[in-house]
């Protein structure tokens, strides 16, 4: 599986922004995926997941109420919408997906993640 993100950019503190993780490879409907992100000198941590089709998702608590994770598995395409942002949401930001067939179990840490993406950054303006 080969993960591509998209649709960061600059904006303004309260506005929004719509990321998208284009997947290829056949497996990807059954794969758990998440988002993650890295700021300017700091780790890199985890953002959101949800399950395979969508049914279980989590949230850092930093983002809970403000980004809504979610997929459709027929366009191999997972999407973080980030409402509200933040300047200190600015990071890249990764998208990321396990191998793990069909499970029901929504991973939150980096080495759960089989597959990696290059990142997208996000530059959000007070």
């Known amino acids: 599986v080969q993960l591509q993100a998209s649709g960061g950019g600059v904006v303004q503190a309260g506005d929004s922004l719509r990321l998208s993780c284009a997947a290829s490879g056949r497996a990807f409907g059954s794969y758990g995926m998440g988002w993650f992100r890295q700021a300017p000198g700091k780790e890199r941590e985890f953002v959101a997941g949800?399950?395979?089709?969508?049914?279980?998702?989590y949230y850092a608590d930093s983002v809970k109420g403000r980004f809504t994770i979610s997929r459709d598995n027929a366009k191999k395409t997972g999407y973080l919408q980030t409402d509200n942002l933040k300047p200190e949401d600015t990071a890249e930001y990764y998208c990321a997906a396990s191998k793990a067939l069909r499970s029901e179990y929504v991973r939150r840490t980096e080495r759960e993640y089989d597959y990696w993406g290059p990142g997208t950054l996000v530059t959000v303006s007070s």
């Open positions: 949800l399950t395979w089709n969508g049914g279980r998702v």
